[in-house]
Structure formats: C-alpha cells, structure tokens
C-alpha cells in the first residue's frame, strides 16, 4: 500500500467530459506534484505546489487545471482532453524543498491515474 | 528535455547476479536520486545522494556519484525476481531548479529465477 491515495485508479472519458483526479496524502508533507507518463517513458513533472501555492507550471495546456484546497489535497481539473492527454497521471508528495543540496526532497508516488480519451 | 541518460535500457539477469545501471547527466546538479517503479504502479524512492557525497548504501543497493564526471551508478547485489521493474534516476537540474525533477529514459530490469 502506498501512502499516496489516487483516486480514481481508472478514469474513461470523452473529448468533451470534465472530470478531476484526486490525490491525498497524511504525511504532514507540504508540497506535492502532478506528473504525466506515457507507456515505457518517464514521468513528465506538470505542475509543483509548496505550502498550497502553486510554484511550478511547466507548460501545461490550460485543459488541465490543477487545485489544492489544503495541505492534503491535491486535484486535477481536466476538461476538453485530447487523445494524446491518455496516459498515467502520477501525483506525489515530499517535504518542502530547500535550498542547495537540499533543493530537492524524497518524493512519495500514489500508483496513479489511467487515463483514456476517446 | 530529459536531464539524466541512462545505460543500459534494458538488463536481464539471473537470481543472485549483480546489476548496475548508469546516468549521465548534462548541467551540474544538487542531487540525484533513484527510483524504482513495477509495471502498473507508482514510483518507488531508493536512494538520495547530494552533490557532495560520493557513495551511499542501503540495503542491497550501492550508489555512487562522480559529479567530474557527470555520472551515477546503481547497483542491486544479490537480485531478487521482485527487483524486476523499471529504474529512474532523476535529477534537479542546478540553480534555479527548487522542486523540478527531471527524469532519466530509465532501465529495464528483468530478473529471472
């Protein structure tokens, strides 16, 4: 069992559905990360929130939104997809980063999202 | 862009045999960390090591890191069947780089009884 709840584990949805991936986590961790990973490729970072702001915003089209409403939460908004958005949608978790060597933390993986866009 | 290379991208070997696995990586790093992921399932953190170490341990696994070098190396001793899995190293990418980790193309390890 990870410590790192996904919800839901699958998730088939059209062109024009909304629908959001939830993750939780209760290891008093402060930030937390979406990821997106496609069959036999690494996980792609997609957005970081620190102490419930979002920090990092790496490109991501605006069809995917994401949202922490407190320090265990963390959800993905998604509408209008794409069937290139079909893949694996990794959420974790890590201490806060710091500075230097400490700049980046553990990060704790939930088992994911399966996502398919038809 | 990927930060970390990793060599081989694939590894099959027998129960008790070693295997070690590389990455290189291009711009200077805080840390480098591995994780390790089974088929259908989420990212398994194994070991952290920063830029001023040169090895850790734990358990059956031995990291090294050569930052003159640009490279890292895992190693697994004594394989287990339930090594099998795909391996990542990941890095920040140096300055400027608070939170990011980029990912290596990853290692595929099969380990046969």
């Known amino acids: 069992d990870t410590e790192v709840t996904q919800t839901p584990k699958h998730l088939v949805m059209g062109m024009t559905n909304k629908k959001s991936l939830k993750c939780e986590q209760h290891?008093?961790?402060?930030?937390m990360y979406w990821y997106k990973q496609k069959a036999k490729k690494p996980p792609e970072l997609m957005f970081v929130?620190?102490?419930?702001?979002?920090?990092i915003n790496e490109s991501v089209p605006s069809r995917f939104s994401p949202e922490c409403p407190n320090s265990s939460l963390l959800n993905l908004h998604l509408h209008a997809l794409q069937p290139e958005d079909s893949a694996l949608y990794l959420c974790a978790s890590s201490q806060a980063p710091g500075q230097g060597v400490y700049s980046n933390q553990p990060q704790h993986f939930g088992d994911g999202t399966r996502l398919s866009i038809l | 862009s990927q930060q970390g290379e990793e060599d081989p991208q694939a590894l099959s070997i027998q129960e008790g045999e070693n295997a070690t696995m590389n990455c290189s990586y291009k711009?200077?790093?805080?840390?480098l960390q591995w994780y390790r992921q089974n088929s259908g399932r989420g990212l398994v953190h194994l070991i952290l090591?920063?830029?001023?170490?040169r090895e850790k341990h734990s358990g059956r696994l031995r990291v090294t890191l050569d930052t003159s070098k640009k490279s890292s190396s895992l190693l697994i001793t004594a394989s287990r069947a339930a090594d099998t899995a795909s391996y990542f190293c990941a890095t920040d990418a140096g300055t400027d780089s608070w939170g990011k980790l980029q990912f290596g193309a990853g290692t595929q390890v099969v380990v046969t009884p």
């Open positions: 290891m008093g961790h402060r930030a």
């Open positions: 090591i920063r830029s001023n170490e």
């Open positions: 929130y620190s102490y419930e702001k979002l920090s």
């Open positions: 711009t200077s790093i805080n840390n």
